[in-house]
């Protein structure tokens, strides 16, 4: 009896323990390095990712590991990780090794002239066969509109490693892969005013040009969506900066011919501005409730004011002025 009693509290501790592993939220997306010791079991491994937060259970490692014949197989090093990532990708990946590549690092915001000259750095590729790699046909974008050629927003701003046998090509596959895998985590949500995936992520670039501080990241696609429900023109600065070049915008550019001048024209503008990083691409799908149809740089920290009165927008405007914000 008192062994019985043991046992069932060892079910019952076990229980918990993966109850308690199921439980535990870390925010999705955030790189983690994780080492893994040699002749380390695949619990213990699971254990390290877990209190990462790279897994969210020992267990459902540790039997994902049985089942693809991959127990003891896990090679030991050091991996550049990232929270919240699928048992099956993170097994992908401790079955390959550690990579041995050149890592480079795309920074959220960065548009693909900037993205093709931090790859060029690594001076692994020139610059004209990344550009011609951006133009390959090989390559598979499946968000983007059969009609748009461009890349701009779709190669995900993350940290890569250049393998031996790998391309310019291939390098931007990978990135392109990447949003896949970041959108696959938000499949169970539809995107605003029944916009398109590929227009989903036009809001979200601008929310990462335009936000500097996260919580106002939901915010800002609180008033795009609130402007383009009523009609009006969008007038985000961002867009017309990546129309003109450059920032600190005079009278002159914000007449801009250009379609990504959203204070001539309504709507979207054609492609994204910029690559948008996880937080905004969910700020995107997952706007603050609100009726806010301005917002204005209120500190030297990034923050916004927000509002639904035109007449306190200037008034943000002019004290904002005052401080030498704008």
Do not use: C
């Not at 991959?70 to 401790?94: I, N, R, S």
């Not at 969008?234 to 990546?242: G, K, M, P, R």
């Not at 600190?248 to 024209?265: E, V």
């Amino acid at each position: 009896m008192v062994l019985l009693l043991v046992a069932a509290a060892g079910v019952v501790s076990q229980a918990l323990r993966l109850t308690a592993d199921r439980q535990r939220k870390v925010p999705a997306g955030q790189p983690v390095t994780v080492t893994v010791s040699s002749g380390q079991s695949s619990v213990e491994i699971g254990r390290t990712l877990t209190d990462a937060g790279v897994v969210d259970s020992v267990g459902r490692f540790r039997s994902a590991a049985a089942e693809r014949g991959l127990d003891g197989l896990l090679k030991p090093g050091t991996y550049q990780l990232v929270t919240g990532m699928d048992v099956d990708a993170v097994l992908e990946v401790l079955a390959k090794g550690p990579s041995t590549g050149v890592p480079f690092t795309i920074p959220e915001g960065y548009t693909v002239a900037q993205i093709v000259d931090k790859i060029a750095a690594t001076r692994q590729f020139s610059k004209a066969e990344l550009k011609k790699a951006l133009e390959s046909k090989r390559l598979i974008a499946p968000y983007r509109p059969k009609k748009v050629t461009s890349l701009e927003g779709m190669l995900f701003p993350d940290t890569y490693a250049i393998e031996p046998d790998d391309t310019a090509v291939s390098v931007l596959q990978d990135m392109l892969d990447q949003l896949g895998v970041v959108m696959a985590r938000y499949e169970h949500l539809s995107p605003p005013l029944k916009l398109s995936t590929y227009q989903l992520l036009i809001v979200a670039s601008m929310i990462e040009r335009e936000a500097k501080v996260a919580a106002d990241r939901p915010k800002v696609a609180t008033v795009i969506y609130n402007r383009l429900r009523d009609g009006h023109r969008l007038q985000v600065d961002a867009t017309v900066e990546y129309a003109v070049g450059h920032r600190r915008l005079s009278p002159r550019d914000l007449q801009s011919g250009s379609p990504y001048n959203t204070y001539r024209f309504a709507g979207l503008p054609p492609t994204p501005i910029a690559a948008p990083g996880e937080a905004s691409i969910r700020a995107a799908l997952q706007p603050a409730p609100g009726n806010w149809r301005y917002y204005v740089l209120i500190s030297k920290e990034g923050e916004h004011a927000f509002t639904d009165s035109y007449e306190e927008f200037q008034q943000l405007k002019a004290e904002a002025k005052a401080k030498g914000l704008l």
